[in-house]
């Protein structure tokens, strides 16, 4: 099974940074959230992929990724009862820059995927300012912020964004 390694970020982006980076729409939604697995259905622009993740602690976890048909991958995103995020992921200098939407408007993460646990960060372009590391904060993944209703998503915004 690939090993996918990553380190995420609360951060600030600026706008002229988030107007020159590849943008994309995502829509995710989980299926099973059991103990360190995860299924999860998400729509990238056209595209359905089905993500099986495991041993999701710390910065390294397994992953595996199989492009679905679109009629599948709608069925499977309105059957998730896991919960769901919506998000613009800009990408530029080895970092994705997700802009969350809806209830976590606000909202910014950043993320670097690694080739080894030991390696360093590539340099956050400009206008992306880090500020602070959330890796090992389960809550503050995608699938743990999918859970949140309205109130509970707002008012975690609300503290992130008073913290940072």
């Not at 679905?68 to 998730?80: I, N, S, T, W, Y």
């Not at 809806?102 to 993460?109: D, P, S, T």
């Not at 390696?119 to 912020?145: H, K």
């Amino acid at each position: 099974m690939p090993l996918e390694i990553e380190r995420r970020f609360l951060a600030r982006a600026d706008a002229a940074l988030l107007a020159r980076a590849r943008a994309m729409k995502l829509r995710q939604a989980y299926l099973t959230v059991r103990d360190l697995t995860t299924v999860r259905i998400r729509q990238e622009g056209d595209v359905w992929v089905l993500a099986v993740k495991a041993d999701a602690t710390g910065i390294a976890r397994h992953e595996i990724e199989v492009e679905v048909p679109a009629e599948d991958g709608r069925v499977l995103f309105e059957l998730a009862p896991g919960g769901s995020v919506e998000k613009t992921r800009h990408t530029v200098g080895g970092w994705e820059i997700d802009v969350y939407e809806g209830r976590f408007e606000g909202l910014i993460v950043a993320e670097a995927e690694l080739d080894a646990e030991d390696e360093p960060l590539p340099e956050p372009p400009a206008g992306l300012t880090l500020v602070r590391e959330i890796t090992a904060e389960r809550g503050l993944t995608s699938r743990g912020l999918a859970g949140l209703g309205e109130s509970a998503a707002r008012a975690l915004v609300a503290r992130l964004m008073a913290d940072g």
